[in-house]
């Protein structure tokens, strides 16, 4: 009995790191220095040697949700699967992490669709996805109405958008978002990935396009 009670926890221990999502967290942006790759919830890095030092992220699988403070405390957002060269909001101040959501997406470094991308035929919401590569949200945390984009726009006025993003979802691709019309003024660069805020962003963005 105490041998099937064992077989049991060891089956049970495979099959929650088969689920698991994946997330490695690296000390310099692009990817560089020491890194970590953590499985589960981390309620303080500072266990494992980590806390406050994360400057990039690749999420291959499952949305994270990366806090400022131990015991998922403070100012917190979620990270899709995909790559994240740099933390403006997050740079040298993660402090504890967990997974928030699983599920069939994954990250593939050499997706052939471009880059780095979701997989699954559905969006977050339980939509269909169809073509779209971007979902702009009027509210923050994907609230609101919302607008599905596949291609560059000159101007969100022509899609009644105009200036109303506070958060995104990019299922491929790489994105630029600038603050006025033909990609002028302030420009941001997102990944694929969840961006419940916009930091310096929200309600600002007029045009959008495809860099990579």
């Given at each position: 009995?105490?041998?099937l009670?064992?077989?049991?926890a060891?089956l049970?221990?495979?099959?929650?790191?088969?689920?698991a999502?994946?997330i490695?967290?690296?000390?310099?942006s692009?990817?560089?220095?020491?890194s970590?790759?953590?499985?589960?919830?981390?309620?303080?890095?500072?266990?494992?040697?980590?806390?406050?030092?994360?400057?990039?992220?690749i999420?291959?699988?499952?949305?994270?949700?990366?806090?400022?403070?131990?015991d998922?405390g403070?100012?917190?957002a979620?990270?899709?699967?995909?790559?994240?060269?740099?933390?403006?909001?997050?740079?040298?101040?993660?402090?504890?992490?967990?997974?928030?959501?699983?599920?069939?997406?994954?990250?593939?470094?050499?997706?052939?669709?471009?880059?780095?991308?979701?997989?699954?035929?559905?969006?977050?919401?339980?939509?269909?996805?169809?073509?779209?590569?971007?979902?702009?949200?009027?509210?923050?945390?994907?609230?609101?109405?919302?607008?599905?984009?596949?291609?560059?726009?000159?101007?969100l006025?022509?899609?009644?958008?105009?200036?109303?993003?506070?958060s995104?979802?990019?299922?491929?691709?790489r994105?630029?978002?600038?603050?006025?019309?033909?990609?002028?003024?302030?420009?941001?660069?997102?990944?694929?990935?969840?961006?419940?805020?916009?930091?310096?962003?929200?309600?600002?963005?007029?045009?959008?396009?495809?860099?990579?």
């Amino acid at each position: 009995m105490k041998r099937l009670l064992a077989a049991a926890a060891v089956l049970a221990t495979f099959a929650h790191a088969a689920f698991a999502g994946e997330i490695t967290l690296f000390t310099d942006s692009n990817f560089r220095g020491p890194s970590v790759t953590i499985n589960r919830d981390a309620y303080n890095l500072a266990d494992i040697g980590f806390n406050d030092r994360a400057s990039s992220i690749i999420v291959r699988s499952g949305v994270w949700q990366v806090c400022e403070d131990r015991d998922f405390g403070g100012y917190c957002a979620e990270f899709g699967p995909g790559e994240y060269r740099e933390l403006p909001r997050f740079n040298d101040s993660i402090s504890s992490l967990r997974e928030v959501s699983r599920g069939g997406r994954g990250y593939d470094r050499d997706d052939r669709r471009g880059g780095p991308g979701w997989r699954g035929d559905r969006d977050d919401r339980g939509g269909p996805r169809g073509g779209d590569a971007v979902q702009l949200f009027s509210g923050q945390r994907f609230e609101g109405p919302a607008v599905s984009l596949s291609g560059d726009v000159r101007s969100l006025n022509d899609v009644g958008f105009n200036d109303r993003a506070g958060s995104i979802i990019i299922y491929e691709g790489r994105w630029e978002f600038c603050e006025h019309g033909d990609f002028r003024g302030q420009c941001v660069v997102y990944g694929p990935g969840r961006y419940p805020f916009l930091e310096g962003m929200n309600n600002r963005i007029s045009s959008m396009r495809r860099v990579r």
